[in-house]
């Protein structure tokens, strides 16, 4: 008998999409108009108002410098979101371009990819990105090559074998028969194919990058203290929770936690929307 | 021998599916069928794929997706055919011959699913009293599907279908891909069920076959029962069908004329 | 002037040789029919002469030369499923265009609309996108053309038409054409020499 699909549980991915795509797309813009319009005077140290509390004023209260700890919030993020696309979308280049590669381009190719992709597994991923960030010399650039380079292989893995299962597609043995190339068959036939899981890779990749910033900075592998980066926000935090000053570390930490799973519910239900096969929506 | 078994009136069969977003648009399948299989009959519908036969089937059986609409009334020997009426009398009294050996459960041996639905006390019993009518040697029961041949395979299918107390059969294009000795050997099978007494439905795209062991033959095309032509009538040049549709269909056949409209071949 | 198979062996792998020692030519200009049951072997030999699958051992020479590994392929294969062998992504002006700039005269007489250019595949039946695929077989530089049971999934009449106005270009362009079915009827029309793949075999 034929497979009867029920279009329910992706009409009510539809509508999840709708949903997060709204959470994202507001908390993005939260993070952009307040960094255009926020006032820099705020970023400036006043060792009148350090250490205050949480208040109508100061809505993520000040630091031990006596800066406006929300606008550093809101620095840090929209920081963050410029490195987690610059990032994502160099990894997910990565990850097409190798993964199409190996799956078009003939066994040997496949073994040295495959390898390529093996190797990076193994190698553990923080101390990875961290020599990469050092390798480059730390700041954004070391930053974004770091993890877009430790980033690529499972969607690297993904594209592979989708573009695997359709490789002898009937149209593509068409193409060849044609005279058409291997470059012409991965750019018109392949990619818009693969388009979908590479848009569902790129959004799913975003949250993980920005963890990862947060961490490296965290660890000291990335900017300089004045940098409103959220990794030294909490690592600047930490040390006074214990003496009762959790909002340093606690409203930056909610902040980036909502961006981050905002981005990753939106990634997961889009990925249902595509294929709702992958998942039980 | 002029009971109707089955009345099929009004029937369409709409689907609703996604275009963007969030939109919907509705394709037609069915549009207004009426049809009717009598006693002892074997009705042919034939048409080309995306001309609703295979659809029809599944609607009888209850079985179309889900986004599907269904309006109309299909009627099983005068009464309606609702779902808990379906749900007594599928595999009972209906029964249903797919189009593929692939139906068959691959991890059970064959006999056991000939058994399946039969009364307990006598299962086995009547299990070899099929398999011999169906000229299946009694050994092959303990074998499983991967074990016997494609022929052996459609044995086992019309034995799994066929009960005593069946009225009506739905064979879905049951002889795709097969050489002309299995083709044959299919049709002889449901003429002698219609010669029981079953109403026999055979949803078929191929002419020759739908003809040779059909009493009438429903054309279809686009949705719609286009005309019901008696099979004696596709003979020859096709002058005694009432439908230039079915006189098209019958002299574009390649052991015909070979013709598209009045344009003859070469 | 052939497309000239000689000494064909092929089997799957794991799997019994579905030919061994296979020969036949196909003149310019001649139609040859290949029969033989479903399981046969027939589309795997329709695959060979078109060079999607690569021979064990043997050889299969186009007007004296042998198949080309890259570029254009002067044997084109159509495909028994349409839908198949388009990427359902692009337009059908895209799908034409993949292979050349088909003139007018060549849609006309597939009878393709011009309408239709603009539509994507799912808008299409299987018989007006089989049409398309022709089209784009019958490129400039193709010598023979591979119809792999390219009509077995339509009516009769879809059937017919098609079969009419191919036939017709074929004989006009001196094509020569193998036409693969298990339909013996359709094989008796078009073929002046039908070769059965069983024979093949030993």
């Not at chain 3, 198979?5 to 092929?10: D, I, K, P, Q």
């Not at chain 3, 029919?33 to 021979?55: V, W």
């Not at chain 3, 839908?83 to 088909?102: D, G, I, Q, T």
């Not at chain 3, 597939?110 to 398309?132: C, K, M, N, V, Y």
């Amino acid at each position: 008998m034929s497979t009867a699909t029920d279009h329910r549980p992706r009409l009510r991915a539809r509508r999840d999409v709708v949903v997060s795509l709204s959470t994202v797309v507001l908390l993005v813009t939260c993070v952009v108009a307040g960094h255009l319009f926020l006032d820099d005077t705020a970023l400036r140290p006043n060792s009148a108002l350090r250490l205050l509390p949480p208040s109508i004023g100061h809505p993520f209260g000040t630091d031990h410098l006596g800066r406006d700890l929300f606008t550093r919030v809101v620095k840090g993020l929209a920081l963050s979101l410029g490195i987690g696309v610059l990032t994502a979308a160099i990894s997910t280049v990565i990850s097409a371009v190798l993964g199409i590669c190996a799956a078009l381009l003939g066994r040997r190719v496949d073994g040295v990819i495959s390898w390529l992709i093996d190797l990076s597994i193994g190698i553990p991923h923080l101390i990875f990105m961290i020599l990469l960030a050092f390798t480059v010399g730390g700041g954004i650039p070391g930053i974004v090559l770091g993890i877009a380079f430790t980033h690529w292989m499972s969607l690297a893995l993904l594209v592979r074998a989708d573009v695997k299962q359709i490789r002898d597609a009937e149209f593509i043995l068409v193409a060849r028969g044609l005279g058409r190339s291997s470059l012409f068959i991965a750019c018109r036939h392949v990619l818009p194919l693969v388009l979908p899981q590479l848009l569902v890779g790129f959004v799913l990749m975003f949250p993980h990058v920005i963890l990862h910033e947060a961490a490296l900075t965290f660890l000291g592998f990335g900017f300089s203290p004045q940098t409103p980066a959220i990794g030294i926000l909490l690592s600047e935090g930490m040390p006074h929770i214990s003496s009762g000053m959790w909002w340093l570390a606690v409203l930056p930490g909610l902040a980036l936690l909502l961006l981050v799973l905002g981005f990753a519910r939106l990634g997961d239900r889009v990925r249902t929307v595509l294929d709702p096969a992958t998942s039980n929506g | 021998m002029n009971t109707p078994i089955l009345t099929v009136s009004e029937l369409d069969v709409s689907f609703t599916q996604y275009a963007s977003g969030l939109r919907t648009r509705t394709l037609t399948g069915i549009a207004g069928l009426n049809i009717e299989v009598r006693e002892g009959e074997i009705l042919a519908v034939i048409g080309a794929s995306g001309s609703g036969k295979t659809l029809l089937a599944q609607a009888i059986l209850g079985i179309l997706p889900r986004n599907a609409d269904v309006t109309g009334e299909i009627r099983f020997r005068g009464e309606r055919l609702t779902a808990a009426r379906r749900r007594r009398t599928l595999g009972r009294e209906i029964s249903y011959i797919p189009q593929s050996v692939t139906n068959l459960d691959p991890l059970m041996p064959v006999g056991e699913q000939v058994r399946i639905g039969l009364d307990p006390k006598t299962a086995h019993q009547e299990q070899s009293r099929l398999f011999a009518r169906y000229g299946l040697a009694s050994e092959a029961a303990r074998l499983y599907p991967f074990e016997l041949s494609g022929g052996m395979l459609r044995r086992v299918l019309f034995a799994t279908s066929v009960r005593d107390t069946v009225r009506l059969i739905i064979a879905d294009e049951p002889t795709p891909g097969l050489h002309a000795e299995a083709v044959e050997e299919v049709l002889r099978h449901l003429r002698e069920l219609a010669a029981d007494g079953v109403a026999v439905l055979l949803i078929t795209h191929d002419i020759v076959s739908a003809v040779s062991v059909a009493e009438r033959v429903a054309v279809m095309n686009g949705g719609r029962l286009i005309t019901v032509e008696p099979a004696a009538a596709f003979t020859g040049d096709g002058d005694g069908l009432g439908h230039p549709f079915a006189r098209d269909l019958w002299r574009a056949l390649p052991q015909n004329r070979f013709s598209i409209g009045g344009v003859e071949w070469h | 002037m052939a497309l000239t198979v000689s000494g064909l062996s092929y089997g799957y792998a794991g799997g019994k040789l579905l030919y061994r020692d296979a020969s036949f030519r196909v003149e310019a200009g001649a139609v040859v029919g290949i029969t033989g049951p479903s399981g046969s072997g027939k589309s795997t030999l329709g695959a060979l002469l078109a060079g999607d699958l690569r021979a064990r051992s043997g050889e299969i020479t186009i007007d004296g030369a042998p198949l080309p590994r890259r570029g254009f392929r002067p044997v084109q294969l159509i495909h028994q499923h349409p839908e198949r062998a388009v990427n359902n992504k692009w337009r059908m002006r895209s799908v034409l265009r993949e292979s050349h700039e088909v003139p007018q005269e060549t849609l006309d007489l597939l009878g393709i609309r011009s309408e239709w250019l603009d539509r994507w595949p799912a808008e299409l039946s299987g018989g007006e996108l089989q049409r398309f695929c022709i089209a784009r077989a019958l490129h400039p530089a193709t010598r023979y053309l591979v119809a792999d049971e390219m009509t077995a999934m339509f009516d009769a009449i879809t059937q017919a038409q098609i079969w009419h106005a191919l036939s017709g270009i074929v004989r006009e362009r001196g094509l020569g054409m193998v036409v693969i079915s298990h339909e013996p009827a359709l094989l008796d029309r078009l073929c002046d020499e039908q070769i059965a793949v069983e024979s093949f075999r030993d």
